[in-house]
């Protein structure tokens, strides 16, 4: 390269720096492009029909989901923890209370062991007849002398607020000496209903209704019909 030509490279370079940063001040450098959310619409939201719509979306969806809760449970055979009645009684406390009635029957009455709660001022219904716990538990035992086979079956069992119905079938062989029978031999079969009401876990009152006029019959021990009586008669004499 000669000498001459030296200036004039150094002038072109020059120039071509000159361009360079006049196009970077006129167009700026590319930057990456934000995407910001777009801006919800304040005037559709803040819509009374809007709102309307989107709670009677959220409720609908809420009873869906509780009916398929229940169906679920009710399947299952499960009662929510804490759950509660119509009137208000605990779901469990009803359990409770069934179960406690059925040892009347399933424990005692059938097998001999007496260890259902009674509330110290339990009353008993017989008819138009009184009777306390005391009576109540040696009718029982006494029941168990002239029925040493006797078992009790729990038919229906139903339980509302404090009260607990129970429709049960009796069945024994009268082998024993018991409640004012002799031992006859005989196998009986009869039904009766039991109200009881329940108190904090113990038996309060109880009302009892049963065949007793069946079981006397299956007994022989019924007496015997008494006979018509005779009818007269004697005709009159023709009047002459």
């Not at 078992?151 to 409640?179: C, F, M, P, S, Y």
């Not at 022989?220 to 008669?233: C, D, I, K, Q």
Request: glycine content about 8%; some cysteine.
């Amino acid at each position: 390269m000669t000498v001459a030509a030296a200036p004039l490279l150094q002038g072109l370079r020059a120039v071509a720096t000159a361009r360079v940063t006049a196009r970077h001040l006129l167009v700026p450098p590319l930057r990456p492009v934000v995407t910001k959310p777009a801006r919800c619409d304040r005037q559709r939201i803040d819509d009374p029909a809007t709102h309307f719509r989107v709670m009677e979306m959220v409720m609908r969806t809420y009873n869906i989901l509780l009916s398929a809760m229940a169906a679920l449970a009710a399947l299952a055979g499960v009662v929510p923890c804490g759950a509660t009645t119509v009137a208000g009684t605990r779901a469990d406390s009803l359990e409770l209370n069934k179960s406690i009635t059925r040892k009347v029957y399933e424990e005692g009455l059938s097998q001999g062991r007496f260890e259902v709660p009674y509330t110290t001022d339990f009353v008993g219904h017989g008819g138009r007849n009184t009777f306390t716990h005391t009576d109540g538990m040696a009718e029982a035992k006494g029941w168990r002398k002239a029925f040493p086979d006797l078992n009790i079956t729990i038919e229906k069992q139903v339980a509302e607020q404090d009260l607990v119905a129970v429709h049960w079938t009796a069945r024994g062989t009268n082998t024993g000496a018991g409640n004012g029978l002799p031992a006859t031999g005989r196998a009986v079969e009869i039904t009766g209903t039991t109200l009881f009401r329940m108190d904090d876990g113990r038996i309060a009152e109880e009302w009892t209704c049963a065949n007793s006029l069946g079981l006397m019959k299956q007994l022989g021990l019924l007496p015997p019909p008494a006979a018509a009586p005779a009818s007269s008669t004697s005709a009159s004499a023709p009047a002459r």
